[in-house]
């Protein structure tokens, strides 16, 4: 069968959401918007940093040497290169991140966390767990946390 008549038998065969799968589907919209949109604000407000930005301090942190090649990071932060490029730009501005050159590949590139990155960090985290915390871990029994984790997991690992 050619790609046009795949298409055609996939358009014929649509499976529709039905009421419980459209709940679920629209509960995990709008609670994955107001949560993004919340810790967005309060670390804008509180840190001077966007989500993304945040997420690089804590995986380069994380890492050997607290440095990341550039894909690297990318594919963990879930952006594209260009869009990890303009975060480090800014977070190097302000003295959080420096890049350095890899030794063994002209085209690579390394984040590195900085002293005053990590200063950065370990001052933003404590309002960011507490947002964390309140617009969902707290809204949740462990019980539901742990479907939800399950859940998620399943999700994204399908995705990878």
Known sequence: ?????RRLVHMTETRWLDEQEMAAWKGFL????????????????????SHTQYEVLVLLSQAPENSLRMSELAHAVITSKSGLTYQIGRLEKRGLVRRRSCPTDVRGVFAVLTDEGRRALEKAAPGHVAAVREVLIDALDRTELAVLAKALGRVGERLR
Request: glycine share 12%; net charge negative; charged share 40%.
């Open 30 to 49: 709008e609670a994955g918007h107001r949560v993004e949109r919340r810790l967005e604000q309060q670390l804008k407000e509180e840190a001077g940093l």
């Open 1 to 5: 069968m050619n790609n046009e008549g």
